[in-house]
């Protein structure tokens, strides 16, 4: 399976197949950017969810949780910036009212022979250089034009001059003169709250989690017994208005977050406070099963991080479609706490007894979506191989985030004392462990069924369970190994497997 698109759409099928994640409103035709999750997709968001808070919230001693409301006083997001700076630059094209974020449009004049023979446009993904090799070459066969075609510089939209926005060809046409000049287009859903309708009853859904942990660093700090440093700790959903929602779930106009703000002394080292955040994030993935050699760092340039930050680096990971950020891990400085206590006139700051001194704490933010990690583990998750003469489709999703834990069999549905011996071990299973029960079609079949979702172990009563009280027989959905063991033994090893 060499084509990641083709990948890409196995897994989208999958999912919708499966009901891991259907597209939101499927019976009106879908909307653009908006996801629900099935019966499975909503089990493996919980695991993933849970294992987050497990161990960055329940093993830490240094880290408490919250749970904000989605909607905050809209002066929240004066304070933060928001409002006037989270946006993305938007350019329409007039003739057929396509928008595009103008920087994921590239462009660049065609030249030939130190002649400038026309421009050429292409919307970002990894294959627009070669795509725009093909249509410049294109053009200068077109006009006949004899001589070299000098290498092609692609530039974003944003980076055009005035005089270039008519030359350039809308992606939608080919043609130029329908670009719009690049405008700031902000990101946030507004609504209104109360019944008036107008600017003062404006209110907006928050387009991150982390304004709720620092308007709530006073309620924390005054009631939680916290010491500096220590972290506040969020899951929750926020949206965007993406201009261009795109590859599945990875970028939706509605997700989940994960959120740490971590508060350091003003006097700490925040690099190696956030270099050792960086660290700890990378071992988190690697322990839910994303592989280290798909992860890899970007660190931000200087003159292109947000106005809140001191410092970002993303943690990248390579999806089919190309190597793209599943977590930033930010050094927001006190920004947004100097914000906050500025604007509402409360102050978010720290007494340090010790120094007797008072001073705003620098934080460090390690931001992830749940939706990324949802599709990375998915994507590294998801096989096709051969067993038994037969192709499989295969979720090696690890135990701890498998949708079931495991699936009960009896051997064969017509012979009740199977029947009812996996029925007792399914029930007893079932008050621990996510497991399912499976009956119908031969066994083999079974197994395959739990493969393509994931379900690591297949456990079967047969003959000898039931005569020879032999045990039953766990099959493991990778080695496809069958060892026997006894029902207590099951209980354990799948508490081992799955808790650790
Ligand atoms: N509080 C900082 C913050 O929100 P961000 O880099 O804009 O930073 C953090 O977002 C994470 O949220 C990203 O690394 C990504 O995992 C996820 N995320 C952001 N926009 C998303 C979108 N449109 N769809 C899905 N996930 C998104």
New binding site residues.
């Given amino acids: 399976m060499a084509d990641p698109t083709d990948k890409m759409e196995n897994i989208i099928n999958l999912c919708k197949r499966r009901g891991f994640v259907f597209p939101s409103s499927d019976i009106y035709g879908g909307f653009n950017g908006f996801f629900d999750y099935g019966p499975l997709g909503v089990e493996l968001k919980n695991n993933i969810k849970q294992a987050w808070w497990q161990d960055f919230v329940h093993r830490r001693d240094d880290i408490v949780g919250l749970d904000s409301s989605i909607i905050h006083h809209p002066t929240t997001w004066k304070a933060s910036g928001h409002i006037e700076n989270f946006t993305d630059p938007l350019v329409d094209c007039k003739e057929s009212k396509m928008r595009y974020r103008a920087d994921q449009l590239f462009f660049a004049p065609v030249r030939v022979a130190g002649e400038t023979i026309g421009y050429i446009s292409v919307l970002e993904d990894e294959t627009m250089s070669a795509k725009a090799e093909e249509m410049a070459n294109e053009m200068k066969r077109k006009l006949a034009k004899q001589g070299a075609l000098e290498p092609l510089t692609l530039k974003d939209y944003t980076e055009a001059k005035p005089e270039e926005h008519a030359l350039i060809p809308s992606p939608a046409t080919g043609k130029p003169g329908s670009l719009t000049p690049p405008r700031s287009f902000n990101m946030m859903f507004q609504t209104y709250v109360g019944a008036m309708q107008d600017a003062s009853a404006t209110a907006y859904l928050r ?2 989690t ?1 304004q709720g942990i620092f308007i709530n660093f006073k309620n924390v700090v005054d009631t939680g017994r916290v010491k500096l440093p220590f972290g506040i700790a969020q899951i929750g959903k ?1 949206f ?1 208005n ?1 201009i261009n ?1 795109r590859n599945f ?5 509605e ?1 989940e ?1 994960m ?1 740490i703000e971590y508060f350091i002394a003003p006097s700490a080292d925040w690099q190696t406070a956030h270099q050792g955040w960086i660290e700890g994030c990378l071992a988190w993935f690697e322990s839910i099963g994303i592989p280290r050699a798909k992860l890899s760092l970007y660190p931000h340039p200087t003159e292109k991080l947000a106005h809140y930050s001191k410092g970002t680096t ?1 943690i990248m990971f390579e999806f089919p479609f190309g190597v793209q ?4 891990v ?1 050094a927001r400085g006190d920004f947004d706490l100097t914000q906050h206590s500025d604007v509402s006139g409360t102050k978010l700051d720290w007494f340090d007894e010790a120094a007797k001194a008072r001073f705003i704490p620098h934080v460090i ?1 390690p ?3 749940v ?2 990690v949802f599709l990375a583990l998915l994507t590294t998750a998801y096989h096709e191989d051969e067993v038994e003469g037969e192709k499989r489709i295969v979720l090696r999703l690890p135990a701890r985030v498998a949708p079931f834990k495991a699936a009960v069999f009896p051997l064969l549905k017509n012979k009740p004392a199977l029947v009812e011996r996996a029925e007792a071990l399914y029930r007893r299973l079932k008050k621990r462990f996510n497991v399912f029960y499976d009956e119908s079609g031969n066994i083999g079949r079974r197994y395959r069924r739990q493969d393509e979702i994931g379900t690591p172990f297949g456990i079967t009563i047969d003959f000898d369970t039931i005569e020879k009280d032999a045990g039953v027989t766990v099959r493991n959905r990778d080695t496809l190994e069958q060892v026997r063991m006894t029902e207590d033994e099951v209980v354990r090893f799948l508490d081992e497997q799955v808790n650790g």
Avoid: C, K, T
């Fill in positions: 387009p991150e982390a926020a965007r993406e929602p779930i990875f970028r939706s106009r997700f977050q959120e993303d950020e599943l977590q930033g930010a933010e931001s992830v979506g939706d990324r």
